[in-house]
């Protein structure tokens, strides 16, 4: 399935808006619609921050995999073993993130820049 482009593009707008909170950024790096993949990098102070995991695994990685088409996300830079990732993900998985990150990304759709 191929990803939507215009879906992708507004989430990464929404997901930036959202990171610049912190005086950071998120970018599309890459976009692998045979598989499905779509890979991004953190700008700004997000690029130092160690929190990098949680906010990918709580809200990037969630709004991503709800835009059609997309199956795997990855993050240029991160330094955490697909052991830690996994555990992260199941720790986080009784808040329901896909609702949350795509209530958030909505939202911020809506607001003005």
Do not use: W
Request: net charge neutral.
């Amino acid at each position: 399935m191929k990803i939507d482009r215009e879906q992708l593009a507004g989430t990464i707008d929404s997901l930036s808006r959202l990171i610049r909170a912190h005086a950071g950024g998120i970018e599309l790096v890459e976009v692998d619609d045979q598989h499905g993949v779509v890979t991004v990098r953190y700008t700004g102070m997000c690029v130092g921050c160690e929190f990098r995991p949680v906010t990918t695994e709580g809200s990037v990685r969630p709004a991503l995999l709800a835009v059609a088409g997309v199956t795997d996300v990855r993050v240029t830079g991160m330094r955490i073993s697909a052991e830690a990732e996994a555990r992260l993900s199941e720790a986080l998985a009784p808040y329901h993130l896909q609702a949350r990150a795509t209530r958030l990304v909505n939202t911020s759709q809506r607001v003005p820049q």
